[in-house]
């Protein structure tokens, strides 16, 4: 990966971060969290807190489509059970 990373998200909490982390990823992206492999009690207790700033990036050369794919996901609408296709009709 890149050594220039830019913000793609600031997520509220560890988990958002993780759930944004996974979109970014599963859509070709290469998200990181920083400081998300501190396993000691000092690192998990600071990302429970957020107080080390839950921010999700990316490289340079991915922020803008990254920053798009991020909005378009945030602004969908969800389903509704009328809306979703039963997997049995296909």
Known sequence: MSAELALAYHASSPSEA????GFLVSE???AVIPGSELTDEFGSSQRMLGTMGVRVLVPQAEIEGA???????RSAKPLSPDDAADPAQD
């Open 28 to 30: 070709g992206f290469s």
């Open 67 to 73: 920053k798009e794919a991020v909005e378009a996901w």
């Open 18 to 21: 993780m759930i944004v982390k």
